[in-house]
Nanobody, 115 residues
């Protein structure tokens, strides 16, 4: 079992930055891929960025060049650095861990981009 706890969301003005964190605990050695997803009311949850156990990354086109996913294995923590934020980035952001046969989600953290 893996548990995920996100933090770092909040209110930021357009053009601003935020860094999200996701602390993992439990059987973290079994994780193959970790990622960030986001969801707005009435829409499906969408991929923002993922990182594999070999540090390969992939981003949604809408965030390429603005967001950076990274992780600190010593701290068992996943990060999402978000720069040049836009109002359309407003959403609940979820941390995800994935391996063969299972997937786990965090509780989500709200990011609001507004002036």
């Amino acid at each position: 079992q893996v548990q995920l706890v996100e933090s770092g969301g909040g209110l930021v003005q357009p053009g601003g930055s935020l860094r999200l964190s996701c602390a993992a605990s439990g059987s973290i050695f079994s994780i193959n891929v970790m990622g960030w997803y986001r969801q707005v009311p009435g829409k499906q949850r969408e991929l923002v960025a993922v990182i594999t156990s070999s540090d390969t990354t992939n981003y949604a086109d809408s965030v390429k060049g603005r967001f950076t996913i990274s992780r600190d294995n010593a701290k068992n923590t996943l990060y999402l650095q978000m720069n040049s934020l836009k109002p359309e980035d407003t959403a609940v952001y979820y941390c995800n861990a994935f391996s063969t046969g299972w997937t786990t989600w965090g509780q989500g953290t709200q990011v609001t981009v507004s002036s």
